[in-house]
């Protein structure tokens, strides 16, 4: 039987939300699979991914083949490091405990670079929302300064015709 690892897409339209599962490849897309490996959100930036790296890695040395982006996913979050990682312990090239840490330094790195990712997400965000406000500000400034300007005109007017009241009666 032969095993993918992919993609099962559940969610409404336009919001979809993944399963990360292992399933028989001859099952339909969103049909049976054996394991839930995990999930997948790409709604929100950066994307929510969480998944059983034990677990695919399990798959992974029995011989399932992921999908492209299934294998996109599993490299992110590591799968595929530690997989080539115990094929090296495997071998006799590393022991268990070097595997771990090569992998432990590796996911520090990664969390790193994730969270100074959404540093500059927020960033940009709150720079937006500043610059918007600022223009707004501007447009409020401008607007007054108009409606001020018509009223000055418009009392320049009243004085002017009640001058020429006055002058009239006399």
């Known amino acids: 039987m032969p095993v993918k690892i992919r993609l099962q897409r559940h969610g409404k339209k336009g919001k979809p939300f993944y399963w990360i599962v292992a399933a028989d490849s001859r099952a339909k897309r969103d049909g049976r699979f054996l394991e839930k490996l995990g999930t997948y959100n790409p709604n929100v930036n950066p994307a929510e991914i969480n998944l059983n790296v034990d677990g695919a890695v399990q798959w992974l040395q029995n011989g399932a083949q992921p999908t492209d982006t299934a294998r996109a996913i599993l490299s992110y979050k590591g799968a595929m490091l ?66 001020a300007e018509v009223e000055g005109e418009e009392a320049a007017e009243e004085a002017a015709a009640e001058a020429d009241a006055a002058k009239e009666e006399e």
């Open 82 to 147: 530690k997989n080539h990682l115990m094929g090296g312990v495997t071998k006799g090239a590393l022991t268990e405990e070097q595997a771990e840490a090569k992998f432990n330094a590796w996911l520090e790195e990664k969390a790193k670079a994730v969270s100074q990712k959404e540093a500059n997400i927020a960033d940009a965000k709150a720079k937006a929302k500043a610059e918007a406000l600022a223009a707004e500000k501007a447009v409020n400034e401008a607007r007054i300064a108009a409606s």
